[in-house]
Each structure stands twice: as structure tokens, then as C-alpha cells.
């Protein structure tokens, strides 16, 4: 009864195990419940925070991956990833505790999805590629496709990486990145940019 609970549920604490096992005529300490866990290869473990995806961005990935499973890794060299990411200063971060096997943190069941802007503090642009980190740059007010262009003209290195946020991929953005000599490389969740050889030369 334990197990195929935690299996199902992985986020089912000690306290809800031994209300369970009360209800059905057992007494039971949360003690012996982590001792009878952990001999089956399950331990507590804090859920692993991962972005929200749905079944299309899942197909997009797994088709980049595939697209691009043989690039060398030089071409990667040149490929710089950015994104946002917001900082709560306040408010409720709390942990999330899974009962799991080891490395099997980013099961779905395991992991706790997370949306890009849904409120908080700080937002800031980060950058970084097989060279190192790039700038960090604090975003004020609602980023547009305008703030985006003026962020990639202060900040961009080599290339750019990012998701297909509409501020993004927004026509002027593109005509931005084509007047740069930028190539595009497109998928439904994110697009990849890098300069072209000639440029780097």
C-alpha cells in the first residue's frame, strides 16, 4: 500500500502515509515508513523546479535534438543561449518534497512545472556560451520587442539562442537580426541564432 501510494503519488508525505495506514487499522511511526521507503530505493528528495511544457513544446525539443544529435561541437562553440528568468524577493518559494529513485529527479511526476513570468520582483536577461558567461542585464517595466532589439544591440556576442516568445520572433526583431547577418535556425519552441562563419573570420 505504501509503495504503489508513493509511486502514484511521489509528492504523499510521511504524515498522509501514516493517516492512510491509521484509516485502514495500522499504527505506524513516519520513522518506519522512511526505513520501509528507503529499503525499496526511495528517498526524500526536493522536487526538481522544470519549465511548464506542453505536448507540442515536448515535440519540438525532442525534434531540435534529433535535427541536430551529429552537429560537431564547433558549431556549438558558437552558439550563445539566452533567456529571462524571474527573481521572487518576497513571497512563497517553499520546497517541495518526492519520495524517488535515484536519477529519477526529472520524471513528471517528480519535478514541479514552473511558468517564465507569472509575477515577482526582478526579471533579468542572462547569456552564456562554451566561452563563458555573457552580461546580465536587469529588465524594468514590460520587455517588449523594442527592449529585446535594445538588450541584443548592448549585450549580444557571437549569438544568440532563445525561446519563441512573440516579443522575440516579432517581424522588426528578425529584420534586426537579418541586418546583423545573423543565421536563423527556427523550431516551435525556440529559435538559435549564430554569426555566420564569415563574420566570425
Same mark, same amino acid.
Given at each position: 500500500m505504501i509503495l504503489r501510494k508513493v509511486?502514484?503519488?511521489?509528492r504523499t508525505t510521511r504524515q498522509d502515509l501514516v493517516n492512510d495506514l491509521n484509516r485502514a487499522g495500522t499504527t505506524v511511526s513516519k520513522k518506519t515508513i522512511s526505513n520501509t521507503l528507503r529499503r525499496q530505493g526511495l528517498k526524500s528528495c526536493s522536487a526538481r523546479k522544470v519549465p511548464f511544457l506542453k505536448p507540442t513544446h515536448? %515535440? +519540438?525539443r525532442l525534434k531540435f535534438a534529433n535535427d541536430h544529435l551529429n552537429d560537431p561541437e564547433e558549431e556549438w562553440e558558437k552558439v550563445m543561449w539566452s *533567456? =529571462?528568468? %524571474?527573481? =521572487? $524577493?518576497? @513571497? $512563497?518559494? /517553499?520546497?517541495? &518534497?518526492v519520495w524517488r529513485k535515484k536519477n529519477d529527479e526529472y520524471n513528471p511526476k517528480n519535478t514541479i512545472p514552473t511558468v517564465k513570468h507569472g509575477g515577482g520582483n526582478i526579471i533579468l536577461w542572462g547569456c552564456f556560451s562554451a566561452k563563458g558567461t555573457g552580461r546580465l542585464h536587469r529588465i524594468? @517595466?514590460? !520587455? *517588449? @520587442? +523594442? !527592449?529585446?532589439?535594445?538588450?541584443? +544591440? #548592448?549585450? $549580444? $556576442?557571437? /549569438?544568440?539562442? &532563445? *525561446? #519563441?516568445d512573440p516579443k522575440h520572433t516579432a517581424r522588426a526583431t528578425k529584420e534586426w537580426l537579418r541586418r546583423k547577418h545573423l543565421k536563423v535556425l527556427e523550431t516551435l519552441l525556440f529559435c538559435c541564432y549564430y554569426w555566420c562563419t564569415s563574420i566570425l573570420d
Amino acid at each position: 500500500m505504501i509503495l504503489r501510494k508513493v509511486r502514484n503519488e511521489p509528492r504523499t508525505t510521511r504524515q498522509d502515509l501514516v493517516n492512510d495506514l491509521n484509516r485502514a487499522g495500522t499504527t505506524v511511526s513516519k520513522k518506519t515508513i522512511s526505513n520501509t521507503l528507503r529499503r525499496q530505493g526511495l528517498k526524500s528528495c526536493s522536487a526538481r523546479k522544470v519549465p511548464f511544457l506542453k505536448p507540442t513544446h515536448v %515535440k +519540438a525539443r525532442l525534434k531540435f535534438a534529433n535535427d541536430h544529435l551529429n552537429d560537431p561541437e564547433e558549431e556549438w562553440e558558437k552558439v550563445m543561449w539566452s *533567456d =529571462e528568468t %524571474k527573481i =521572487e $524577493l518576497f @513571497g $512563497l518559494n /517553499s520546497t517541495r &518534497h518526492v519520495w524517488r529513485k535515484k536519477n529519477d529527479e526529472y520524471n513528471p511526476k517528480n519535478t514541479i512545472p514552473t511558468v517564465k513570468h507569472g509575477g515577482g520582483n526582478i526579471i533579468l536577461w542572462g547569456c552564456f556560451s562554451a566561452k563563458g558567461t555573457g552580461r546580465l542585464h536587469r529588465i524594468v @517595466g514590460r !520587455m *517588449d @520587442g +523594442a !527592449m529585446y532589439r535594445e538588450i541584443l +544591440a #548592448n549585450n $549580444l $556576442l557571437p /549569438s544568440v539562442r &532563445h *525561446d #519563441n516568445d512573440p516579443k522575440h520572433t516579432a517581424r522588426a526583431t528578425k529584420e534586426w537580426l537579418r541586418r546583423k547577418h545573423l543565421k536563423v535556425l527556427e523550431t516551435l519552441l525556440f529559435c538559435c541564432y549564430y554569426w555566420c562563419t564569415s563574420i566570425l573570420d
